[in-house]
């Protein structure tokens, strides 16, 4: 399984674009790349998933280079509710190839 | 309801108790999953279930046992635990079995171990 790479945390402000990259050197031809966010004694909840080069949706982008080694994650114009864990994982849809969540990025949204 | 509910949210129990967790999806699903999250660790992937069949146990001890009746359903049954057994412990269900697409997770039931 691809092992990932996160910032152990990030501060930010409101109103701010807040990017976070996840680094996945051993990234397989088929893995996907999933982003999920996790408040405090909350399951986690998915954001995004991504193939390649770029995906948005109405809660984030998801920016993916030809090399696949890494991606960001781009939240435009946080708000505190927006302090939350950050988790990205990678893995393909094969049997026996579950997701596998690492640390993930302790993001802080501050007034 | 909707979504992925768990019962119950919060559970104290001996070591020589024994309890159940239960976990219900409303969403049609395929896939269930049980995760364990003890605090400041990743989330650990314990049992997965597709069409009711059990397809994943990441070496889990045998005093987790878990049980699918039907596709809706999934428990988690606890017998002799360790206090080092206290943690989150989630549900999830997704459409279909592997990483493409969302997993739906429940609130999660904290356990604690005395």
């Known amino acids: 399984l691809a092992k990932t790479t996160q910032p152990i945390s990030m501060d930010s402000y409101e109103g701010q674009e807040v990017n976070i990259t996840c680094s996945h050197n051993?990234?397989?031809?088929?893995?996907?790349i999933t982003w999920y966010q996790q408040f405090p004694s909350q399951g986690p909840r998915f954001i995004i998933q991504g193939y390649k080069t770029k995906v948005t949706n109405e809660v984030a982008s998801l920016f993916i280079p030809a090399d696949r080694k890494s991606s960001t994650l781009s939240l435009p114009r946080v708000s505190l509710s927006d302090t939350a864990v950050y988790y990205c994982l990678v893995g393909d849809d094969n049997a026996g190839n579950m997701l596998t969540f690492g640390g993930g990025t302790r993001l802080m949204v501050k007034p | 309801e909707t979504g992925v509910t768990q019962t119950p949210r919060h559970l104290v129990m001996g070591m020589t108790n024994k309890k159940s967790l239960k976990c219900e999806q409303h969403?049609?699903?395929?896939?269930m999953y049980w995760y364990k999250q003890s605090a400041k660790k990743p989330l650990e992937l314990m049992f997965v279930y597709s069409l009711e069949e059990r397809v994943e146990n990441n070496s889990v001890p045998s005093r987790f046992s878990p049980e699918c009746p039907n596709s809706s359903h999934l428990f988690l049954h606890l017998h002799t635990l360790q206090p080092e057994d206290s943690a989150l412990y989630l549900c999830?269900?997704?459409?279909?079995?592997?990483?493409?697409?969302?997993?739906?997770f429940g609130p999660g039931t904290r356990l604690t171990v005395t």
């Open positions: 969403l049609g699903h395929n896939a």
């Open positions: 999830a269900s997704s459409q279909d079995w592997g990483v493409k697409g969302e997993q739906y």
């Open positions: 051993n990234i397989a031809t088929n893995d996907y």
